[in-house]
């Protein structure tokens, strides 16, 4: 170890430790340590609000090349707890960065750990299951654990709180990177769209808007009435943190919701908290999906998908409820996409919105401007 660096330590809660060194924020932090295997968009991950709670362990051994600039950012800032690498680039090289992947993170008080043995924490982790760890550059591992003994677990635990919005506000950014600006058609009429915010990424409200719709962000405690009030032509439910089970007043208010009839589009969290509404059941992953190659079929194709989360919806759950499964991971078979067969109501646990990641399931947003343009016609 270089004699400039700083020492850290990550402990896991089975007593499991690692020694590296310390880069972004020096201290001590806490989450629930899990893994994600793309090669590509740490800056994109670490700034998704899916993330808040969790220390990150990228699998790439190589992060922070590129640095970090203000184009690729997911959220208002960093969500993640802490971040785990094998090897950080101290010198970024690339025309877009600002600054570099430490110096962002010190700055937003994000602690990281470096120099370890990236492959054998991840096979630790597919092996006993994702759990709580804690990274330091102060405290022995005999103090980590005990602080370990203290942390909740991440079943049960409501995070929508700590990344949801405070206000009503409308997002006004059509296009973002490069492939948004061209590749949606252009619509006279608008879409009145309502976005509950159980943690949104901004790439979501891109591509809402790159299909014509005006979005309105909301924040998750949004009452029914308050969002019918909007006059939506449909409603999105976003991504989001935590235990899909602990978030009972989005649960509540998506029941009440469906009986609006309105189209309706859930991604991630929303994807499971509509299926809780419906009726179904979530249950907890040993270690997730997160990553930018996860293989989901649909119907006769198969796609591509970028993935992040730790719960997923039980398919038997969801049997005699008037709901098809449209979407199956193929690594695991778990429910990755249902659409309701009476309601204009659909739902997908993937990130068809990308950033990082393919874009094979940017047409599920065209759908949905699509059901609302028919409902229009409906009622015109």
Do not use: K
């Given at each position: 170890m270089e004699a400039s660096r700083i020492g850290a330590r990550l402990v896991l809660a089975?007593?499991?430790?690692?020694?590296?060194?310390?880069?972004?924020?020096?201290?001590?932090?806490?989450?629930?340590?899990?893994?994600?295997?793309?090669?590509?968009?740490?800056?994109?991950?670490?700034?998704?609000?899916?993330?808040?709670?969790?220390?990150?362990?990228?699998?790439?051994?190589?992060?922070?090349?590129?640095?970090?600039?203000?184009?690729?950012?997911?959220?208002?800032?960093?969500?993640?707890?802490?971040?785990?690498?094998?090897?950080?680039?101290?010198?970024?090289?690339?025309?877009?960065?600002?600054?570099?992947?430490?110096?962002?993170?010190?700055?937003?008080?994000?602690?990281?750990?470096?120099?370890?043995?990236?492959?054998?924490?991840?096979?630790?982790?597919?092996?006993?299951?994702?759990?709580?760890?804690?990274?330091?550059?102060?405290?022995?591992?005999?103090?980590?654990?005990?602080?370990?003994?203290?942390?909740?677990a991440m079943q049960g635990l409501d995070l929508v709180p700590e990344v949801t919005a405070a206000a009503p506000y409308t997002w006004e950014d059509p296009s973002g990177s490069g492939w948004l600006a061209t590749d949606a058609p252009t619509i006279e009429r608008p879409l009145r769209v309502v976005a509950i915010d159980f943690g949104i990424k901004h790439n979501i409200l891109r591509r809402l808007t790159s299909y014509g719709c005006e979005v309105t962000v909301v924040p998750a405690t949004a009452s029914a009435d308050a969002i019918l009030a909007y006059q939506p032509d449909g409603i999105f439910l976003s991504n989001g943190p935590g235990d899909p089970a602990a978030v009972h007043y989005g649960i509540e208010t998506v029941q009440q919701l469906l009986a609006a009839q309105k189209p309706m589009f859930g991604i991630c969290l929303g994807h499971q908290i509509l299926a809780l509404a419906l009726g179904g059941r979530t249950y907890k992953l040993k270690f997730g999906h997160r990553g930018l190659n996860q293989p989901a079929r649909a119907n006769d194709r198969v796609e591509i998908t970028s993935q992040n989360h730790g719960f997923a919806v039980d398919a038997d759950s969801l049997a005699g409820a008037d709901i098809e499964i449209t979407h199956v991971n193929l690594n695991d078979r778990t429910v990755e996409g249902f659409r309701h067969r009476t309601l204009p109501v659909f739902s997908v646990q993937y990130h068809p919105e990308a950033s990082p990641g393919p874009h094979d399931a940017d047409y599920l947003f065209a759908q949905f401007a699509q059901l609302m343009r028919e409902k229009q016609e409906v009622e015109a």
């Open positions: 089975d007593g499991t430790a690692f020694d590296g060194w310390s880069f972004g924020a020096t201290g001590t932090t806490t989450g629930e340590v899990v893994f994600n295997t793309g090669m590509t968009g740490y800056q994109e991950v670490i700034t998704d609000p899916s993330y808040c709670g969790q220390i990150v362990t990228f699998t790439y051994p190589e992060l922070g090349n590129t640095g970090i600039n203000p184009e690729d950012i997911e959220s208002s800032r960093p969500q993640v707890q802490g971040v785990i690498a094998h090897n950080v680039a101290r010198r970024p090289s690339s025309w877009r960065a600002t600054q570099s992947l430490s110096e962002w993170l010190a700055q937003h008080g994000i602690v990281g750990i470096a120099g370890i043995d990236t492959r054998a924490l991840t096979r630790r982790l597919r092996s006993q299951g994702a759990m709580n760890g804690a990274i330091s550059t102060e405290l022995t591992s005999e103090q980590l654990l005990a602080r370990l003994r203290e942390q909740p």
